[in-house]
């Protein structure tokens, strides 16, 4: 079965976005967003996001199923509908995407849109899946893609209730173990909920926890060794003010 993934944006008026676009910038991907080449939308908006699109790009190359025609993963944009997230963009559209904010419905953001979620919708077929990585709680994504693929259009379950940063560290490790998680009908899923659960943190190994013991318990009595020295210590004048 066909399955593509639609990417949210990132933020391309933020202090990231300033710091890549920045005529002294140097560092590797601004050097390549000024080439002639350009760099791919999904590492660029990677690098202005942090860990929540990485995640998304993670786990939408390891599990997209495109069709014959198209990509399977591709980038909603503020300007130019939907994207491939490997397609090359250079400073001129990075620029020209943080000029509309895409929460005011500006048509220079929703007519592109709706254009491209109906060739996608016919790209993917009746029996295909179009699944989107990002937030359903309002409607400036889900209402353009909801209208045109009804129940095509499917959400992980397991975002309801998360902010950004614990989505975006669910789904590197989903990419990483290869575990794919479960969709539901954008329709059916409650746009709010309640918090889950924090995700899980690696356990430490014992010698590592009896190091860390025994690194405060030195601490402590070299604390206590050197208490006596300060206690003892001349107390130094205030000089009067002149």
């Known amino acids: 079965m066909t399955r593509v993934f639609v990417l949210s944006p990132a933020h391309c008026g933020g202090e990231r976005a300033r710091l890549v676009l920045a005529d002294g910038a140097r560092f590797d991907l601004a050097r390549r967003l000024r080439a002639a080449s350009g760099a791919p939308l999904g590492e660029v908006f990677a690098f202005l996001s942090g860990l929540y ?14 069709p014959a025609r198209g990509a399977g993963v591709y980038v909603i944009t503020p300007t130019e509908g939907l994207r491939p997230a490997d397609e090359p963009v250079g400073v001129a559209r990075l620029r020209g995407f943080a000029e509309v904010d895409i929460a005011t419905g500006d048509p220079r953001y929703r007519e592109p849109l709706e254009r491209d979620v109906r060739r996608l919708a016919r790209l993917v077929g009746a029996g295909g899946e179009v699944v989107l990585l990002g937030s359903i709680a309002t409607g400036k994504y889900v209402d353009p893609l909801l209208a045109v693929l009804g129940e095509r259009l499917r959400f992980p379950v397991d975002f309801v209730g998360r902010g950004d940063m614990s989505r975006g560290g669910l789904l590197l490790r989903s990419a990483r173990a290869g575990t794919e998680l479960v969709y539901a009908r954008v329709r059916d899923v409650a746009r709010r909920g309640p918090r889950p659960p924090r995700l899980a943190t690696p356990l430490r190994t014992s010698t590592s926890m009896a190091g860390a013991r025994a690194g405060r318990s030195g601490g402590r009595r070299d604390a206590r060794r ?4 300060r206690a003892r210590s ?5 000089p009067p003010h002149e």
């Open 53 to 66: 699109f990485r995640g998304k790009l993670a786990y939408a190359r390891q599990f997209a199923r495109p």
């Open 226 to 229: 050197r208490a006596p020295d």
């Open 234 to 238: 001349p107390q130094v004048p205030t």
